[in-house]
């Protein structure tokens, strides 16, 4: 076989590569969206909630095992939703390097290995989300339509996402999440247990860059689809747009200059 035919033969299957993961990407994050737009097995769908008044008065939630559980799976595909698109452009380079090294008879590497472990990180955030929701519910500072019920509160939530998001540990993380190139030349390990530490720390990088931000959800509604989705879409152009971190840099400013305005006398 010529070198010009292996050539071929190898563009082609890392083209087919790259459908099969835009398809799978866009697959996931769809059913994701669709499950929580339909309540996430609650009674009532996200797109009621949405539509409802913050201080609209509700039955409290009763904290059972099965209860925390939906929570969990409701914050866990939420995350999943929001985070995949924006972990598309390492996912997508990961697909054709692992190509590349099962062409060179190298140990495998996994694409969906790799996403165990990013996806494993937001599973472990979830987990503290629904402790925190647990905790604040049950406080009186949560209320059942999973938004704050003080201005103190809310405002706090605010102001410390505003000022993370000038922190050095931030940008820090936000360049690893807009560097897959880098990122995985830096931390690339052979076989599927190093694609999965891989998917650990590159999930990592990604829960530091924005798990505050992810915290302004019981500030707007942990099931208000116009926070979510308005999250979503700030998380994917922060790490997409070439200007980012200035990005973040108005954010914060925006999200301090919000909180003190919550809490200044009237």
Known sequence: ?????????????????????????????ALSWAWIALGAGMEMTAIDMTGMPRNMVMAPAVWTPVYAALMFAMWWVMMVAMMLPSAAPILLLFARIGRR???????????????????????AFSAAAVLLQWGLENSGLLSSMMVTTTAWLGAMILIA???WQFTPVKHACLRQCRSPVSFLAEHWRPGNSGAFRMGLTHGAYCLGCCWFLMALLFFGGVMNLWWIGGLAAYVL?????????????????????SGVWMILPT
């Open 1 to 29: 076989m010529t070198d010009a035919a292996s050539s071929s033969i190898i563009e082609a299957a890392l083209r087919r590569d790259r459908a099969v993961v835009v398809i799978a990407l866009s697959t996931v994050t």
């Open 101 to 123: 090294e099962r062409l060179a008879r190298r140990p495998d590497v996994s694409i969906g290995v790799f996403a165990a472990g990013y996806l494993a990180v937001w599973a």
């Open 161 to 163: 996402a505003g000022m």
């Open 237 to 257: 152009i922060e790490k997409l747009l070439p200007m980012g971190h200035w990005l973040s840099y108005a954010t914060g400013l925006v999200l301090i200059g």
